[in-house]
C-alpha cells in the first residue's frame, strides 16, 4: 500500500537452518537436514506402535533398557516383514506391529501327536502357515 516492499510476503518463502558445521557445503547441510523427515517416521513408528509415547518407568536407566530393547524388537520386526510374503498374511510392507500381531502372530495353534511324531495344528484357514511350518492343517 505504502510502496514499501514486506521482505517476508511474495512469491518466496524463507527457511533457515542454524548449523555450526562449516565443512560442508550449503547443498549438502540441506540435504542433511532433510533426511530428518525419514527419522520422524521412524519416532512416529516407536511412539505409535512400541510404547514409547508412555514411558513404563519413572528412571532414567531403566527407561533406557525399556528404548534400547523394543528399538531391538523393531529391529527384528522390520527385518521379518522384509523376508516374509507378507501379502499372503493380509500385510502390507508398511504394516505396523499391531496388525503383525494380530495377523500373524495371535493364531491359535496346538502341538499334537499323532503317527508317533509331533504335528503343529494350527486353527486358521490360511494356507500361508502350512508353507512356513510345513505342516497339513489338521
Do not use: H
Amino acid at each position: 500500500m505504502d510502496g514499501v516492499q514486506d521482505l517476508w510476503e511474495g512469491e518466496y518463502t524463507y527457511r533457515c537452518i542454524l548449523t555450526n558445521d562449516y565443512e560442508s557445503s550449503v547443498r549438502e547441510i540441506v540435504e542433511f537436514y532433510n533426511l530428518r523427515g525419514g527419522k520422524e517416521r521412524i519416532f512416529d513408528d516407536m511412539n505409535n506402535g512400541f510404547g514409547w509415547d508412555r514411558l513404563p518407568k519413572s528412571f532414567m536407566a531403566e527407561n533406557t533398557v525399556f528404548l534400547l530393547l523394543t528399538a531391538l524388537i523393531r529391529n527384528f520386526y522390520k527385518a521379518i516383514i522384509q523376508r516374509l510374503d507378507v501379502k499372503r498374511f493380509g500385510l502390507n510392507a508398511t504394516s505396523r506391529i499391531k496388525a503383525f500381531v494380530f495377523r500373524f502372530i495371535s493364531v491359535p495353534a496346538k502341538w499334537i501327536r499323532t503317527s508317533r511324531r509331533y504335528v503343529l495344528n494350527i486353527y486358521t484357514c490360511n494356507n500361508a502357515y502350512a508353507d512356513i511350518f510345513q505342516t497339513d492343517f489338521g
